[in-house]
């Protein structure tokens, strides 16, 4: 077979195996295939072969067309896939910072008019082509950083209108780029200034006019909602989720971030593919997500900014079987950070999970997060050929060093897409 593209002499090429029907639990998050002196072919936009450079160059055929990179001392990773963003908004909110500084609580914050409802204002008032272009620069920052897939949800609209612009935007930009963008409709991440102190009202709107039309015009593929105290409650989730059921979406959560309202019980409840956050989860929550194999998405960046205490219990998620994978959480108020090589380092440092943990959160866990695992996630043959480059001797290496963008090349669909 001839190779269109190969990445050669990699000092370790890694990746999880034989993980496409299953997230990784247990002991197997740890479990990670290394080659050394590693090496992977391409055919246009799937992988072909992957170990050692002998045994690659073994199977395949090149010619002077077939693009050869060197890897030499750099480490070779299946393509990052970040499956929590809100990577499509209008403005951003620095102003807010002096206030957060002052020690005025999120949700207070919230409560007073600002925050995500901030954000709804400069969202409503953005054009799509906007929305689209910020998005767009997003994505491409967040490529360059070695993500080649994330989720990007709505929720900064919180009016018909508002919400199937910023769904028709994430479209635009999904095409506009070559990151991958899977969405998600959030239209219940807060109470609009319009329904102030009349949740179920504005519930009636999200259920009755907006995801009709959202599913009508196949805008997302999950259905996503802010289960926090003041925001939306057990009961008003469960309401919103299952009409999203029911219309035939996957179900996130934003689940016990701040206080612990039960959050990871109803994902498990409602067969949910993930619950996000986490932070004050119960351990009844944990028992129930384990046995439903609802996979926790632990969002450390967002902890670190808003300068929470205690980080989620990944380490204990871990042992009691609970899948774990991890995202950025981008969003212009409580994570302005698009990186995911942040994140591995907050997750080892905070959350006491080892680099192989944390790699097989960002690639493989992280695509069963987004139903998108046969087809991305690890480097294995017949897989879609995204897979990212670090200038690093050893994985060990990216949850060590911090701040620095570590990314060598990026490889999308077979095509080199960055290259530093
Ligand atoms: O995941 N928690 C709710 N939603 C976002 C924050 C949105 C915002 O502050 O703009 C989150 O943290
Ligand atoms: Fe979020």
Excluded: W
Excluded at 206 to 215: A, D, G, H, K, Q
Aim: net charge negative; aromatic share 6%.
């Amino acid at each position: 077979m001839k190779a269109t593209l190969i990445v050669k002499n990699a000092a370790q090429v890694v990746t999880s195996k034989d993980a496409l029907h299953a997230p990784l639990t247990g002991e197997r998050q740890g479990e990670v295939t290394v080659y050394e002196k590693g090496a992977v072919a391409v055919a246009d936009d799937k992988i072909v072969a992957v170990g050692t450079t002998e045994e690659v160059f073994a199977q395949v055929e090149t010619d002077s067309e077939t693009v050869i990179i060197d890897a030499r001392c750099k480490v070779v990773l299946p393509g990052l896939v970040d499956p929590h963003t809100h990577v499509v908004f209008g403005g951003s909110r620095e102003h807010e910072l002096a206030l957060k500084l002052e020690g005025v609580p999120y949700l207070e914050i919230l409560a007073r008019g600002g925050g995500i409802l901030s954000s709804v204002e400069a969202t409503r008032a953005a054009s799509e082509a906007d929305l689209v272009d910020a998005g767009i620069k997003y994505c491409r920052q967040m490529l360059a950083q070695g993500t080649t897939t994330a989720e990007a949800k709505s929720g900064y609209g919180l009016s018909t209108d508002a919400e199937i612009k910023t769904l028709q935007a994430v479209r635009q930009v999904d095409g506009a780029q070559p990151l991958d963008l899977v969405p998600t409709f959030l239209g219940a991440h807060a109470v609009p200034k319009e329904y102030k102190g009349e949740p179920d009202r504005y519930l009636d709107l999200v259920i009755e006019e907006m995801l009709p039309l959202v599913v009508e015009k196949k805008l997302a593929r999950y259905c996503d909602v802010f289960c926090e105290e003041g925001v939306f409650s057990v009961e008003q989730s469960r309401r919103v989720l299952s009409a999203a059921r029911d219309k035939g979406l996957g179900l996130k959560m934003h689940a016990d971030e701040i206080v612990p309202l039960g959050g990871a019980e109803l994902a498990a409840e409602l067969g949910a593919v993930s619950a996000d956050h986490l932070l004050v989860v119960s351990d009844k929550g944990i028992k129930r997500m384990a046995e439903e194999g609802v996979i926790a998405v632990i969002l450390p960046g967002t902890t670190f900014y808003l300068k929470e205490e205690h980080y989620a219990p990944g380490r204990k998620m871990i042992e009691a079987g609970v899948p774990v994978a991890l995202a950025t959480d981008f969003n212009p108020g409580s994570s302005p950070n698009n990186n995911l090589q942040l994140i591995i380092n907050i997750a080892c440092l905070y959350l006491r999970m080892t680099p192989a943990e944390v790699i097989n959160a960002i690639t493989i866990n992280a695509s069963h997060a987004l139903g998108r695992a046969s087809e991305i996630g690890s480097i294995e043959v017949g897989k879609n050929a995204d897979m990212v480059i670090f200038d690093a001797p050893n994985y060990d290496y990216l949850a060590y060093r911090y701040g620095t963008n570590l990314v060598s090349r990026v490889v999308k669909n077979g095509r080199l897409v960055v290259e530093v």
